[in-house]
């Protein structure tokens, strides 16, 4: 089963100097809950919940030069963690969540200074 479960802001869209697709609407489906549960189990169960709001509320986000996916990455300061959900656009042009996890605060902190991850 497929839902919605965020929308790709003109906020987003201007600070990663993108174009979006006509459907701004972030899916997710069954197969990308897989990969999440498989790819990351112990991050998946931790913050599947929060899914929709590091979607709609990321302090940071970014776009990934390898795959041109967008990120939104959260900081839950009372574990010292950050967040990140990658975005990516299917072949039907469609927005779909792929992969949630735990970045290392070192890289983030990189990220930051570096440019690539933009305050939201």
Known sequence: ????????????????????????????????????KNSHPVDYEKYKDELENILSNPDYIGLNPNDDSIEYVKEYIQDNEYVKV?????????????????????????FIAKGTLKKS
């Open 1 to 36: 089963m497929t839902k919605i479960v965020g929308i790709i802001s003109p906020t987003v869209e201007s600070t990663l100097g993108i174009t979006c697709a006509t459907d701004r609407n972030i899916y997710l489906g069954d197969t990308n809950i897989q990969h999440m």
């Open 86 to 110: 990658a975005v990516r656009v299917s072949s039907g042009d469609k927005y779909f969540a792929r992969s949630m996890y735990v970045l290392n605060n070192r890289r983030v902190h990189n």
